[in-house]
Structure formats: structure tokens, C-alpha cells
């Protein structure tokens, strides 16, 4: 289910400046319309979600539209399945296309007619080189090209070739189209770029009424202005391709205001891959379930993890948009995920690793067996309307392994031998014996409880130095919790042009197969995300009941860092 951004004041940035200036000078009637333009050949990752809040948060500050617009021109490595997952996600993250969903496919006979133009001006040729030869006859940034020796063919035979590419007579990679501009030009994207290309491959769309396709180059620039769109933003990736964008918008007669591009600095993460390339060669690879995986940085993964979607939108405009790439620690992220769920998780009590804790006072039923009784257990400190609950309480309980000890260190004030502490809105509890198997480990705790300490409070006014959470054995629900690592080792697994899935972490999901659950886990909602009391957050899977996904732990790793950093 999607959420409606709120509205806040932005922080100013470059490229709001440059909109403020266009409206005073009147650059476009001061009207405003961006658009976002993925490529459906992979999933969005959480790099596009500072592109989606950018166009679509500019647009609504200065009462403009944005659109989402698909750039489907590689018909070999897109597919109708990543288009449902672009949409899906980006409803899931609070945003709508003003103009519903548009495609670079809906132009392609209008590109192929602007392609004419330019062929009928002298301004395009057809090459019949293949790919290994347009490529070293490129030339490099120290050398100038050379000309194709088809560079000058006549307007009518490039026609006639153009054509016959269109109608199929050729066959992939047999021939090209290319822009006519500069071999010896000093910008590599000016040396007679490809515009369109023979590829027999149904398109996810448009099937097989198409078997030459127009490149991203030649397209982009096309589409934006065939919609209206006055502010092109883009990554720095593509600043040099800006005089190439800005020279085939002079050699045509557009349908409205020219675009302007724009370039600003891309988003990077530590621990995170942000390329839709990478990702999905990390999917071919096994070591993930999917593109939404949990452990992905896709934005459907996160979706599964547990991120809202307005942590993710407060992110974004909180680290803005600058003019030069940065890198970003990811704990930074991950803490606007923990401020916003304790506002909103409600606190639940599981055990992750059970020792059984056997209250040997309890009262008994008829039957001998240990009475339940309820206990009132606040639902979330953070939230005064989310009320409480009722959990039973019984004579045996599950507790964490590691909150008993019976040679604890100094500094461990959880249960001991002889020590008293409190149960979660429980009672106090004395430990009086422990229970091990030949290896020396302990296999039950016993203690006993004092009845006058009900809801976790001594009456004489006597201190405890822990509190502990706990489930009742005899209603306790078993669900699979899987905890997360870094997927990836180095801080910057790319770095260098390094393999990712050299730097995969072995150790990134731990599975707990059967932990202990309070009952009232069982009940909540796919997808939603609680609090496990004293571990962390976890999101119940968005499709599978009983698999909890830890998001985030309790402890704030970026304000360590920034402590860290003074």
C-alpha cells in the first residue's frame, strides 16, 4: 500500500536555484515538468529513489507535473515484469505520474521520422562497419578518429538503406545509423554516435513491429521534448553526453520547449552495490533469492526488509543533491529507518535462542499443569493511542540463552545464580538452580517468583539491574527470523572496478528456524514491521506468514560514528 508524501519545506539546493531563476527570467513560462525515466531491465535500487524524489519533490514545490516515463529501447534485456515492479515501487514510495505511464515505445515512429529529417539534411549516414571496427576507429582522448568509408554516401542511398534496415532485409549488427557531427571531435559522445541499431528481438511492447530500435542517446533527448518536459535531470554519468543531447535538439523542429539538461551527483552507500547490472548479475549468481531479496538494495528488497517508504523519502531529502558524486555511510540511512519505526512498530516478545525457565513456586491448575495468567504489556512507549495487550504469563517461560550465565563476569546484571531480576511486566524472579547436559550446558533455568511483584514492581520499593523479555512455553508460536550482515564485506565493494560477488559477505543471514513468538505475532499483517523487545525491529515477509525479516537493530550505529567523527 502506497503513502502519500507529506508536505515539508525542502532544503534549498542547486538545482531548486535554478528553477527559482528560470521562473524570474520567464525561461518556460514558468512552467515546470520533469520526469523520471528508468530503464525497465532491472528493479529500482535505492540510488533511484534520490531520483524519484528529486523530480517528483521539484515538480510539487514549484507546481509543476512529472511523469514516469520508460526508456525502452533495448528490447533484449527489458521485460513487461520489471515495468509492473517500477510501477509497483514507485507507488509503494509515495508518488503518482501526472500523465499516467508513458514509453520511449510510444515514439518510435515519430524518432524514426526526426531520424529521416536528419538523414534528408545530411546530418545522418548509414554505416555498414560492424561494431569492432566503429569502435577503434573511434579513436581515444589523445587521438581523433577517422571517418567511416561509408561517411559519405549520398541522401537518397542512406534512405533507401535506412528503409530496407526498417523493413528487415539486413541483419544484426549488419548496419548502423549514425549521427554525422565530428570524428576529430574533443567529446568522444560527438564522434558520429549510433542512433539506431538492427536487433530482431520482440519487444516487451511493440512485439516484432520494430526490428531496428533507436539508442538511449537518440531517444532521451527526443522523448523529453516530445512530452513538454522542461528540466532534464540526470546523473554526472551523463555530462559529457549533454552536447550530444543539446545537438540533436538543434536539428529538429520540436513540439515544444527545448529541455535542458542538468547533471547532479548520484547517490553511493557503503556496504551497497547501486547498478542495476551489478544487481542482476548478483541475481544470476544464486546467492540471493531475487530481485527482492531482503538483503538487496533494490527498493522492492527494502520494501521485504521492512523500510517505510517515508524514511527512505526523509533520507533523500535530508543528504539532497549536489554537483559531485559522494559516498554516504549507510548507517545514516538505516537510522532514519529506526527513528521513524519507534515512533510507529509496535513492541512484541520473541526469543531468538530459548533456554526454558521454569518458575517452581507457579501455582498449578487441577491437573497439575502450570496456571496462564494474563499479563497488560504496553504496546508502544512512543504512542499513547496504540493502547495495550494482554499476554499470558505462565510457570515456563522461554528466555535468551544469553541472559543467563552461571559464572557471569563482572558487569552482567541479567539472571544469575542467587540474582533477582524483573520480567518484562511480569514479576520479580530469583534464580535458584540451573540444569546441564554432560557438556556443561545449561538445559533449564529454575527460579522463583515473589507474587507480590505483579506488572514488574516491588511493593517495599527493592531495585533489580535487568530486565528481561520472555514468551510463555505453552502458547508460544515458532516462526523462521532471519538476520542480517552486510551483504558486502569492504565499505565500497566496487571500488577499483572490483567484482562485488568477489567481496560477499558469508555470513550475511543467519536463519533462526524455530524461534519463540508471543502469540499476538501470528496475527500481525503481512508486511507489517514490529518491534522484537530488546533485538530489534523485524518485518513480518510480504508473502510468506511466519518469516520475520530483522531491518534494523536497536542501537544507533550513525550516532556512533558521528561521535567517532567528533
Known amino acids: 500500500m502506497s503513502e502519500k508524501p ?9 538545482i531548486r536555484e535554478l528553477i527559482r531563476s528560470d521562473n524570474e527570467q520567464g525561461t518556460y513560462g514558468n512552467r515546470v515538468q520533469t520526469r523520471f525515466p528508468p530503464e525497465p531491465n532491472g528493479y529500482l535500487h535505492i540510488g533511484h529513489a534520490k531520483s524519484i524524489c528529486l523530480n517528483f519533490g521539484v515538480a510539487g514545490d514549484f507546481g509543476g507535473t512529472c511523469n514516469l516515463r520508460f526508456d525502452d529501447t533495448n528490447p533484449e534485456k527489458e521485460s513487461a515484469d520489471f515495468v509492473i515492479a517500477i510501477e509497483r515501487d514507485l507507488q509503494w514510495l509515495g508518488f503518482e505520474s501526472d500523465r499516467g505511464t508513458l514509453y520511449a515505445s510510444d515514439y518510435f515512429e515519430q524518432l524514426y521520422t526526426w531520424a529521416e529529417d536528419l538523414i534528408t539534411k545530411g546530418l545522418a549516414y548509414v554505416d555498414d562497419q560492424d561494431a ?21 554516401r ?10 530496407r534496415m526498417r523493413a528487415g532485409e539486413f541483419g544484426d ?7 554525422k557531427i565530428d570524428m576529430t571531435h574533443a ?22 513491429d520494430w526490428c531496428i530500435y533507436p539508442n538511449y542517446d537518440w531517444a532521451h533527448g527526443q522523448s523529453d521534448a516530445f512530452e513538454g518536459v522542461t528540466h532534464s535531470f540526470c546523473t554526472l554519468e551523463f555530462e559529457n553526453n549533454r552536447e550530444l543531447y543539446d545537438w540533436f535538439l538543434d536539428q ?32 544470476a549468481s544464486g546467492k540471493v533469492e531475487g530481485w527482492d531479496d531482503a538483503q538487496m538494495s533494490t527498493l522492492s528488497g527494502l520494501r521485504r526488509r521492512g523500510y517505510p517508504a517515508k524514511a527512505i523519502r526523509e533520507f533523500c531529502d535530508h543528504i539532497s543533491v549536489g554537483r559531485v558524486n559522494g559516498t ?13 519505526l519507534n515512533k510507529v512498530a509496535l513492541r512484541r516478545m520473541a526469543v531468538l535462542d530459548p533456554l526454558k525457565l521454569v518458575i517452581t513456586n507457579w501455582p498449578t491448575d487441577a491437573n497439575g499443569n502450570p496456571v496462564i495468567e494474563m499479563r497488560e504489556v504496553i504496546n508502544n512507549p512512543e504512542d499513547d493511542t496504540a493502547g495495550t495487550r494482554q499476554v499470558p504469563f505462565s510457570g515456563e517461560l522461554w528466555i535468551e540463552r544469553d541472559d543467563f550465565m552461571i559464572d557471569p563476569p563482572k558487569k552482567f546484571f541479567r539472571l544469575a545464580p542467587g540474582r533477582e531480576v524483573r520480567l518484562r511486566s ?45 514468551v510463555a512455553a505453552a502458547t508460544a508460536v515458532q516462526a523462521e527470523v532471519r538476520l542480517y550482515d552486510r551483504l558486502f564485506v569492504s565499505p565500497q565493494p566496487s571500488a577499483g572496478g572490483a567484482d562485488p560477488l568477489d567481496d560477499l559477505n558469508p555470513d550475511s543471514m543467519q536463519v533462526v528456524a524455530a524461534a519463540q513468538l508471543e502469540p499476538e505475532l501470528a496475527e500481525t499483517p503481512l508486511g507489517e514491521v514490529v518491534q522484537f523487545e530488546r533485538i530489534g525491529y523485524f518485518a513480518h515477509d510480504l508473502d510468506r506468514a511466519m518469516i520475520f525479516h530483522r531491518t534494523v537493530g536497536l542501537r544507533d550505529e550513525w550516532a556512533r560514528i558521528q561521535k567517532r567523527n567528533g
Open 328 to 340: 554516504t555511510e549507510v548507517e545514516l540511512l538505516e537510522s532514519f529507518v529506526r527513528t521513524e
Open 132 to 152: 569492432e571496427a566503429i569502435s577503434d576507429t573511434r579513436g581515444d582522448f589523445t587521438t581523433p578518429g577517422t571517418n567511416s568509408p561509408f561517411r559519405d
Open 173 to 179: 549488427g549488419e548496419r548502423v545509423l549514425r549521427a
Open 252 to 283: 529538429l523542429e520540436l513540439p515544444h520547449d527545448r529541455p535542458r539538461q542538468t547533471e547532479f551527483g548520484r547517490l553511493g552507500l557503503t556496504h551497497i552495490i547501486t547498478s542495476k547490472r551489478k544487481l542482476a548479475a548478483l541475481v
Open 154 to 163: 549520398s541522401v537518397d542511398e542512406n534512405l533507401d538503406l535506412f528503409r
Open 6 to 14: 507529506e508536505e515539508t519545506e525542502h532544503p534549498s539546493d542547486f
Open 187 to 208: 567529446n568522444m559522445s560527438m564522434r558520429d554516435p549510433l542512433m539506431y541499431r538492427i536487433r530482431h528481438v520482440t519487444h516487451h511492447r511493440t512485439g516484432d
Open 426 to 470: 511480569g514479576y520479580f524472579v530469583t534464580c535458584t538452580d540451573a540444569l546441564t547436559d554432560a557438556d556443561g550446558t545449561v538445559t533449564e533455568v529454575h527460579v522463583t517468583y515473589d507474587p507480590e511483584t505483579a506488572g514488574g514492581s516491588a511493593p517495599d520499593g527493592r531495585k533489580v539491574k535487568a530486565t528481561m523479555h520472555w
